[in-house]
């Protein structure tokens, strides 16, 4: 054996080792990724370092104080739609000066559909209230309920602006709520020398959508700073003191790192400040995870290339040398079987290696048995051509002695059986006419007819325009057969209507008067193995056969059936010529 492997060795091409191929490409394929991987993780972390973190951070604050100056704005607008509105200030003058009851619910409902309207259109609005201080009840119209401790003098201030005074963040002055809104309110001038003024808040989830924690994609800390510096309110969380009072200062950097935060600041044109509050160890995170991530992929690569490198020799090299060996194998000896490597991919070469085998030796068996059936199938070609010739000629003497012996319905039933026969063993195309087909179904029904001493009636109902439609041999027969042995009693009836059915359609139908079938033997019926004929053997399988070879889709077959009344089967098929069919 030793003798043998040196001299394959000795006769293989020079060329580099499998190993060798191996080695080179499993380095580059390992280390190369690595060091693409470094460089471009190192760009980027140099990206974020540059301020790629402070620009998302900056761009995210500056949205939601656009929000918020957008949300005051719509305030400033609908407050002076009810201050300002000549309108419905004239209203409320009315309201405040009219005595009689009538007249001032009148006016009341006018104001009170004007308050729902400018509601309607400006959906960030809530609460809505025209207020006069120092009555007894101070709320004088609201689109919704307040509070009875209503009092704006413990509202917190955010800002004066564009004449009207803001609060907030603060609780809603809705009776039954308890979110944190912001509100506006604008004096109402009036006839007399009464003190009106109007009263917004923000809608209820304004808030709650402006500051969203997961817009930043890391924890932040919102301070909102009111018109005067005075007052800052933490919305999310807690802050250091010294956070919170650099927050107050007049003026400061858009950016700057306070006592382990990096704190951002944005001033609105409209007097008040928002700012955003990260921690350093947040906002550094992404920087200590990939030096993290580095260390580790590093320490991950090393090891796997020592791994695969293993694997490969003892996965690939290994059984590739196996399948080696099994093709010398299966030079020398056809039919011993493989032995596998339990290497997929090997293990299915070496399969089809097989299953070659197994097709020779059964290609070789297959060639004998053809030979030794070939003279018995020459046999059985020969009897079977010379069967149905010598019972027609037998059939034809018993029907000539018949005649010369003045038998006349023996000779009907041998002419009918004749033309039956001539019919179903003769040569002609398995393609015919349905004039064809009604002709050999009017012998077979009358020759059944004479057999069952005409207990039954048979009538055919065909359109003269479709006669010379072809179909396939037989389609018909199996369906009258069905109807003579499974569906008539006594006396019973069986009609063939085949008539024109739409544009190039023709219906075949099949009706009999019998005792019917019940939806089980329909489904027999319509079933692979269908029903064998008791005839002339022809099953109703054979129909089903038939139309799905020759049409396909294009057919529709129907059964009808009812207890006692009887059993309707409808084919409908496209008409075609003989020479349509691929016969």
């Known amino acids: 054996m030793r003798i043998l492997k040196r001299k394959a060795l000795r006769q293989t091409p020079a060329g580099q080792s499998l190993r060798t191929t191996l080695v080179i490409y499993l380095l580059v394929g390992t280390l190369l990724p690595l060091l693409i991987v470094g460089i471009v993780s190192y760009t980027s972390i140099y990206s974020i370092l540059s301020g790629k973190i402070g620009s998302g ?77 120092g009555s007894d009840d101070p709320v004088l119209f609201t689109n919704m309920s307040t509070r009875r401790d209503f009092d704006l003098g413990r509202l917190p201030s955010f800002m004066r602006y564009n004449g009207a005074d803001y609060y907030g963040p603060h609780e809603t002055m809705y009776a039954v709520g308890d979110n944190v809104v912001f509100s506006e309110r604008r004096i109402v001038r009036v006839n007399g020398r009464h003190e009106l003024y109007i009263y917004l808040e923000t809608n209820y989830s304004l808030l709650r959508k402006i500051f969203n924690p997961q817009a930043y994609g890391m924890q932040v800390n ?20 010294s956070v919170v009072e650099a927050a107050r200062a007049s003026k400061g950097p858009a950016h700057e790192v306070l006592d382990g935060y990096h704190l951002f600041r944005y001033e609105s044109p409209q007097g008040w400040k928002l700012m955003a509050a990260v921690k350093k160890s947040v906002y550094s995170s992404e920087i200590s995870s990939w030096f993290y991530k580095m260390i580790l992929l590093a320490l991950s690569t090393l090891l796997f290339a020592g791994m695969l490198a293993w694997l490969i020799w003892k996965r690939i090299y290994g059984p590739l040398r196996k399948v080696n060996l099994e093709i010398i194998r299966m030079a020398e000896n056809v039919t011993a079987p493989v032995a596998f490597t339990n290497v997929a991919e090997f293990d299915f070469v070496l399969m089809n290696f097989q299953q070659m085998k197994d097709q020779v030796n059964e290609l070789i068996l297959a060639v004998a048995r053809n030979e030794k059936q070939k003279s018995q199938f020459e046999i059985e070609k020969l009897l079977s051509q010379i069967n149905p010739h010598f019972l027609h000629n037998t059939l034809n003497t018993v029907q000539w002695l018949a005649r010369l012996n003045g038998q006349k319905e023996i000779d009907k039933l041998v002419t009918l059986l004749v033309k039956v026969l001539h019919y179903n063993l003769g040569k002609q195309s398995i393609i015919v006419t349905i004039g064809e087909e009604i002709e050999a179904i009017r012998n077979y029904m009358e020759l059944q007819r004479i057999r069952y001493d005409y207990e039954f009636e048979f009538n055919v109902q065909a359109d003269e325009t479709v006669l010379g439609a072809a179909v396939p041999r037989f389609l018909l027969q199996p369906l009258v057969e069905n109807s003579i042995y499974h569906g008539l009693n006594d006396n019973g009836r069986v009609d063939v209507i085949i008539t024109a059915h739409g544009p190039g359609e023709v219906q075949l139908c099949v009706r009999d008067t019998g005792t019917g079938m019940d939806e089980a033997r329909i489904a027999e019926l319509l079933s692979d193995d269908g029903v064998t004929g008791r005839g002339l053997g022809i099953g109703f399988s054979y129909v089903m056969r038939m139309l799905r070879t020759y049409y396909g889709e294009q057919m529709t077959l129907q059964i009808h059936s009812a207890a006692n009344e009887g059993t309707t089967v409808s084919i409908i098929i496209p008409i075609k010529g003989k020479e349509d069919f691929d016969d």
């Not at 305030?75 to 001032?104: H, N, P, T, W």
């Not at 009341?108 to 207020?131: D, E, R």
């Not at 919102?222 to 003191?241: F, R, W």
């Open 57 to 133: 951070i900056r761009a995210s604050l500056q949205q939601e104080a656009l929000i918020l100056e957008n949300a005051i704005d719509n305030l400033d607008f609908a407050s002076k739609q009810f201050a300002l509105d000549g309108q419905i200030v004239e209203e409320m003058s009315s309201f405040l000066e009219e005595k009689q009851i009538y007249r001032k619910s009148r006016i009341m409902n006018s104001i009170n559909q004007k308050i729902n309207l400018v509601n309607f259109t400006n959906p960030y609005i809530g609460l809505t209230a025209y207020i006069m201080p």
């Open 222 to 241: 919102h301070l909102l700073v009111n018109q005067n510096n005075k007052d800052v309110h933490v919305i999310d969380g807690e802050l250091p003191a």
